[in-house]
């Protein structure tokens, strides 16, 4: 079975950093373009970053662009989002989702001082 598992958030402080994974499974990692979005209540879901199956393309929301990073290990089949320069707007809910549709659990991330 397909399961990405998220991990790496908790609360931070303005200004703050963290590093989310994602851990894949049940799928050929390598072969897919991968991404994470976010969700805080109230709002709709938006995407935050996209890369490419090799890691040579990468695409970020307008909102994280500079700030954030989205990388790859293929060899340990998990993804990455370096998140530096947080904000209190960038706490939501953070999904990693596979190039066929499948969706993590999320994990939260709370930027407050």
């Known amino acids: 079975q397909v399961q990405l598992v998220e991990s790496g958030g908790g609360l931070v402080q303005p200004g703050g950093s963290l590093r989310l994974s994602c851990a894949a499974s049940g799928f050929t990692f390598s072969r897919d373009a991968m991404s994470w979005y976010r969700q805080a209540p109230g709002k709709e879901r938006e995407l935050v970053a996209a890369?490419?199956?090799?890691?040579?393309?990468?695409n970020y929301g307008d909102s994280v662009k500079g700030r954030f990073t989205i990388s790859r290990d293929n060899d340990k089949n998990t993804l990455y989002l370096q998140m530096n320069s947080l904000e209190a707007e960038d706490t939501a809910v953070y999904y990693c989702?596979?190039?066929?549709?499948?969706w993590g659990q999320g994990t939260q991330v709370t930027v407050s001082s």
């Open positions: 890369i490419s199956s090799d890691g040579g393309w990468t």
């Open positions: 989702k596979s190039g066929l549709g499948y």
